[in-house]
């Protein structure tokens, strides 16, 4: 056979990366590919490539995995846990099973911790082992948190996450690691561009790896964890169930303004995904906003359910396959209707129209400061007296929220509009999202910005 590549597919919104394999005789093998399968198809289609097998590592909290597309529609064969319980057409493997790729071999080793179920896969030639699909249990400077599965067995997973890295340690340093979780993942990732690595400079570098036992993996593990969005909850069993594969592409269907109106009288969301400066300047009174950009899914699965109605206003420059799709990969199938026309149309009709202020850092005057950014965002610097409350915790919290006039902040803007959007539909006024970071603000109130908490 040629030579071997490895194509990373990478999401920077959920921080992931899928992999696909040319194995150079006009077939592939994809890992962890997501059900937006757009840019892995791309990445086969520019080789001419046929994907002949897809790979899970584990079933996956942060997105739904495009095995069943791929096999309805492909005719790929899905490899996968046997412990996983998949109720499915599937390939289940077990611990130091082998699958022969056509000259190279992938090999299952069982290494729990992330999930229950959780398989590592050795991708190997006649001599050596080339690398490895670590998918959650061995990351670029981390692992992958253990609390997803059951958060009163995260110890238990911990430990079995510290019995699993050894497992991989034993594989010779210059193993290639492939991670699916990497920087921007609520599945737990530090901050970095590296996506890859290898076992070498893990045993070298990673910070969790220098623990003295297992003890102090399980203690530094556990105190790491931060908060994930709630459809990390139900994704593994919709994973494990498996999907009906999409027949048409999914799409956006026109609702005129009237339409809208009658459906939000309903109770249908209006998710505004345009950028924060047109939101600000007007949007529909009570919608939600949340730009479109990577982070998109993230937000969307955060602050809204998957079971309401959910109307789109976009600007017409905003592609509507990426809206949809961001949407569709974490379980929102509700993501299928927009504004016909959007907010000109709104206003032409006759309804009101809302603002709200995007303020720069020296335009805050004596405002209090509200931070809606991640605890570990905001332990790391934060402005001097600012109030916290991470933007998934706020609409339970907004009536905690200090009165009087508040500056909404995050790291440049698009949380803070968010969050600003969650507080007027509580009722709050007098709000005004801030276009900047906490550096900005520091620099401008002349005081040094805080460490911890």
């Known amino acids: 056979m040629g030579e071997l590549t490895v194509h990373p597919v990478v999401d920077e919104g959920l921080g992931n990366t899928?992999?696909?394999?040319?194995l150079a005789d006009g077939r592939a093998l994809v890992v962890d590919v997501s059900r937006d399968l757009r840019a892995a198809r791309a990445a086969a289609e520019r080789r001419g490539l046929r994907i002949r097998w897809a790979a899970d590592t584990h079933l996956h909290a942060d997105f739904l995995s495009g095995a069943c597309d791929l096999a309805a529609h492909d005719g790929t064969a899905v490899l996968a846990s046997a412990a996983g319980g998949r109720l499915f057409d599937h390939i289940g493997?077990?611990?130091?099973?082998?699958?022969?790729?056509g000259g190279l071999h992938l090999r299952a080793l069982e290494t729990p911790g992330h999930t229950d179920e959780h398989l590592s896969f050795t991708l190997n030639d006649a001599n050596r082992t080339i690398g490895v699909f670590t998918g959650g249990s061995l990351l670029v400077g981390a692992v992958a948190r253990t609390d997803l599965v059951d958060r009163d067995r995260s110890e238990e997973f911990a430990r079995a996450q510290y019995r699993?890295?050894?497992?991989?340690?034993?594989?010779?340093?210059?193993?290639?690691v492939w991670p699916t979780h990497g920087a921007g993942s609520f599945c737990s990732a530090p901050s970095g561009a590296d996506r890859?690595?290898?076992?070498?400079?893990?045993?070298?570098?990673?910070?969790l790896l220098g623990a003295r036992d297992e003890d102090e993996f399980v203690d530094r593990l556990l105190t790491s964890l931060g908060s994930y969005p709630p459809y990390f909850r139900d994704l593994p069993q919709r994973n494990r169930r498996g999907l009906i594969p999409f027949q048409t592409e999914p799409g956006l269907r026109p609702l005129e303004a009237a339409g809208v109106a009658r459906a939000r009288a309903r109770g249908a969301q209006v998710v505004d995904v345009r950028p924060v400066q047109d939101f600000s300047h007007a949007h529909l009174p009570r919608s939600l906003s949340i730009a479109l950009r990577g982070a998109f899914a993230s937000w969307l699965g955060w602050l809204t359910s998957p079971d309401q109605r959910l109307i789109v206003v976009r600007n017409e420059d905003q592609d509507p396959a990426e809206i949809v799709w961001q949407a569709v990969k974490i379980g929102y199938?509700?993501?299928d209707t927009e504004l016909l026309g959007g907010v000109a149309a709104w206003d032409a009709a006759g309804f009101d129209l809302a603002s709200s202020p995007l303020l720069p850092a020296d335009s805050l005057g004596q405002r209090r400061v509200l931070d809606v950014r991640q605890y570990t965002e905001y332990v790391a610097s934060h402005v001097a007296g600012a109030t916290h409350v991470e933007l998934g915790d706020l609409d339970a919290h907004a009536d905690d929220i200090p009165a009087g006039p508040l500056a909404v902040m995050c790291g440049h803007g698009e949380r803070a509009m968010t969050a600003v959007s969650v507080l007027e539909k509580a009722g709050r006024t007098d709000l005004a999202a801030v276009a900047g970071g906490p550096e900005h603000v520091a620099a401008h109130r002349g005081a040094p910005l805080e460490v911890g908490a």
């Open 333 to 335: 199938d509700n993501v």
């Open 196 to 207: 890859t690595t290898s076992i070498g400079t893990e045993r070298a570098t990673n910070p």
């Open 164 to 176: 699993s890295v050894q497992r991989l340690l034993a594989l010779p340093d210059d193993t290639l």
């Open 18 to 22: 899928s992999y696909l394999v040319d």
């Open 93 to 101: 493997l077990a611990d130091g099973d082998e699958v022969d790729l």
